[in-house]
Each structure stands twice: as structure tokens, then as C-alpha cells.
């Protein structure tokens, strides 16, 4: 039996009671979509508690808005990590800006604070900085040197559903947040993003940018995912999706910019009716993670991520790094078929179009290039039954040699 079961590598809560809300959207007029778009707005200011919210069509929509935005104020380059989601490198194409990359610590994610330093010595005047798969980054060290700059930092957020530090959400420590509500994320609605400003410059950027977003579309691809996604994320069908290379599930694939948009209409009312499926999501994968940590903890193959004290990561997937016989086993159809993913295989600088708007793409990122060689993903989602975890601790065990 458990030959037919195929675990997703990350997923997003979802229920028949959201694709309805989905439907429903679709069919809606403007005045409609405004309420549901005002909801979703509610939601996030009580969690996040920004000053002002921007939806979008996407989270990498609402990056290159902000990138847009900053840069229209303090012309420079943005900073960017040199490990990360293709996104990053899309939405700095989308706003045509020059970039610095900086370095990652492969151990903590959190970026190299000297390298930080020499890109905005060279003359970045925005930063961002990714909690990648929901690892809390604490910001203070950056927001210093960033203040000693004048340079504005905004906080990706996309895959940090659930995520807390200090008791706060992540995504409310800087002067502007990005988040993600895409196919995949801890929450979702099909599609859409957002920008969230906590002070006056970020207030600023969100006023600057607001009419740049173009017309948003109804949403039936999305409504067809998230349909679709509801059905075949179930471990029995998964491997039927899994097969069709067109769907590039699970692979890293760069996409060209696209004109920015509003949040289609699908993305509101579904992002509104996961709001509290996502919690209990996030708090199932935080358990999944903690059993898989300790199965993880002693065994030679695998290094662990060190989160900063106070820090509840919210675990879109559980990051670690293997050795290169690890990597390689990661790789097999076994491993796939448990959830296991290699990371993102290049780093940004060696993304063929992107490096040449890096200033800096020869030099060496030698966190990122590990990143790239060794970091892998286990799965941590509400999918995973007891057998499940039982098989991916055997795996562990069996890829690390012990
Ligand atoms: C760190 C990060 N930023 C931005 C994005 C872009 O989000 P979207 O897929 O909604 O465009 C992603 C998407 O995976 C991401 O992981």
C-alpha cells in the first residue's frame, strides 16, 4: 500500500468551503471583490499590524513594487541574498534595478553582516532580506548598518506563514514586508501577494506604487489550481501531478517579469476562507519539524539550521544540510516520493540573464555556493501521517549511514 503514496514536497491548506469561495469570486463584481479584498485586509492589519497594506497579484508583484518604489526616492542599487528564490532575481529584472548580492550563513540563513556592509558601502540603498522556508531571520544587525546608510529594508516574507519572533509575526520588523499568498505557501489564495509598510518611508513607497498595478484578472487558472491542487495533493494521486514534467512541480524555474496587477479576483476570498486552516497548518508542520529534528540530531550525513533565541520558525519546509552522498540520495525517486527536495540549485549570481545587473556577480559567495551544493528539504505538512514520518526517520538513518 505504501508503494502508491507520494508526498508533496510543501503544501498549502486549502478546503471544498475555499474553492467555493474561489468560485464565488470569480463571478463577483468589483464591488464585490472591494469587500473581500477588505477582509483580507482586516486579517492581516491584526496580525501584522502594518500601517498600510497593498494586495497584489503576487508576492513577487509586491517586491518589485517596493523595489519600484524605493528606488524612485534613494536611486541605487537593491541588495539582494545570493542564495534564494528565482522570484528574487525576477522582481529586480520587473524594476529594472541594479543589484549588490550579498552572502548567506549556511548555518543560520541569516545574511553575512560584513558583506551587507560592503554592498551598501557600494552603494545599495534598498535591502532585502528572505526568511527562506519560514527560518526567522532576526533583522536588528541589518537594520543598524541599513540606518547608517540611509537604506531602506524590506522583509520577504513569502514562505514564512506561521512564522514568529519575540512573539510577533515575522514580516513586521522592518519598514516595509512582502508576502506571498502563491500556490504552495503556507497560505494561499491561487495567486497574490502583498506589500506591508510600518513607518513613513515604507508608507511612502506604498503610495508611490499603488497606481502602477494594473487591472486584476478574474482568476480562473488560479481557481482551477487551487481545485485541482485540492485533489492531487493527497498522497495516493500526488505522483500522477508529480509525473507531468509541463507542471514543473517542485522544480526551480526562473520567470521573465510580468506587468504588475492587482490580486485576481479569486485570491481574496480564498486567502480569507484558509486564514485559519493556515494557523493549524503552521502548527502541525512546527510539530512535524521538531519530530524530524530530533530524528535528524547525531546523524553524520546531516547538518541542522541554528534558529536566533525567541524564534518559532514556521517550517514551509524543513531545511537542512547533507553531505554529498546525502544530496545524492535526496535526489533518487525514493526520496522524492517521500517529499525530499534538493534547494534551489544555482545561486542567484550564477543565473544566466540576471548576473549581468549584479555589480558585484564575480565575487565569491562561498555561504550561498553551499547553500546550493549541500541544502535540502524535508517535508513537514499536514499530509504526513505517522507512516509517513516513520518512513522519512528510516531515511535519514539509511542516507546517513548509521
Ligand atoms: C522568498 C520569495 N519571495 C518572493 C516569492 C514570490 O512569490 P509569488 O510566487 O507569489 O510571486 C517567492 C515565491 O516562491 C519566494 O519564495
Not at 104 to 114: G, M, N, Q, S
Not at 209 to 230: D, F, K, N, S, Y
Not at 326 to 334: I, L, Q
Request: hydrophobic share 40%; with cysteine; proline share 7%.
Amino acid at each position: 500500500m505504501n508503494g502508491w503514496r507520494y508526498q508533496a514536497p510543501a503544501r498549502s491548506p486549502l478546503s471544498a468551503r475555499a474553492v467555493i469561495a474561489g468560485v464565488r469570486g470569480v463571478a463577483r463584481n468589483g464591488r464585490g471583490s472591494a469587500r473581500s479584498e477588505g477582509r483580507v485586509v482586516e486579517l492581516l492589519t491584526a496580525r501584522y499590524g502594518p500601517r498600510d497594506v497593498l494586495l497584489t497579484d503576487s508576492g513577487t508583484t509586491a517586491l518589485t513594487a517596493a523595489l519600484i518604489g524605493v528606488l524612485k526616492d534613494r536611486p541605487g542599487a537593491v541588495a539582494l541574498p545570493a542564495y534564494g528564490c528565482y522570484d528574487l532575481a525576477t522582481a529586480a529584472d520587473g524594476a529594472n534595478a541594479p543589484v549588490l548580492l550579498y552572502d548567506l550563513d549556511p548555518r543560520t540563513l541569516a545574511p553575512d553582516l560584513t558583506q551587507l556592509h560592503e554592498a551598501l558601502r557600494q552603494g545599495a540603498s534598498a535591502v532585502v532580506v528572505v526568511h527562506l522556508y519560514g527560518h526567522p531571520v532576526d533583522l536588528s544587525g541589518v537594520k543598524g548598518l541599513a540606518a547608517e546608510r540611509g537604506a531602506l529594508v524590506i522583509e520577504d516574507a513569502a514562505q514564512a506563514a506561521g512564522a514568529t519572533l519575540d512573539d510577533r509575526s515575522v514580516g513586521t520588523q522592518c519598514s516595509l514586508a512582502v508576502l506571498s499568498f502563491g500556490r504552495g505557501k503556507g497560505l494561499t489564495g491561487g495567486s497574490g501577494g502583498a506589500l506591508l509598510a510600518y513607518d513613513d518611508a515604507g508608507a511612502r513607497v506604498v503610495e508611490a506604487v499603488r497606481g502602477l498595478l494594473g487591472a486584476p484578472r478574474r482568476g480562473w487558472p488560479e481557481l482551477l489550481t487551487i481545485a485541482a491542487q485540492l485533489i492531487f495533493e493527497r498522497p495516493r494521486l500526488y505522483a500522477l501531478p508529480a509525473a507531468l514534467p509541463f507542471l514543473h512541480l517542485g522544480e526551480t524555474v526562473y520567470r521573465a517579469p510580468r506587468p504588475l496587477r492587482r490580486p485576481s479576483r479569486v485570491s481574496a476570498p480564498v486567502v480569507g476562507a484558509t486564514w485559519h486552516l493556515a494557523e493549524r497548518e503552521a502548527e502541525t508542520r512546527r510539530h512535524n519539524a521538531e519530530r524530524l529534528l530530533s530524528a535528524l540530531r547525531w546523524q553524520p550525513g546531516f547538518e541542522t539550521i541554528s534558529t536566533p533565541p525567541r524564534a518559532r520558525p514556521g517550517y514551509l519546509r524543513l531545511p537542512v544540510l547533507a553531505s554529498p552522498a546525502v544530496r545524492r540520495s535526496a535526489m533518487e525517486p525514493a526520496a522524492r516520493r517521500l517529499g525530499v527536495m534538493p534547494g534551489y540549485p544555482q545561486p542567484l549570481c550564477d543565473l544566466e540573464r540576471f548576473r549581468q545587473r549584479c555589480w558585484n556577480r564575480d565575487a565569491a559567495f562561498p555561504g550561498s555556493r553551499v547553500l546550493a551544493a549541500r541544502l535540502c528539504t524535508l517535508p513537514t505538512h499536514g499530509r504526513l501521517r505517522l507512516r509517513d514520518l516513520e518512513r522519512l526517520e528510516l531515511w535519514i538513518r539509511i542516507a546517513s549511514g548509521s
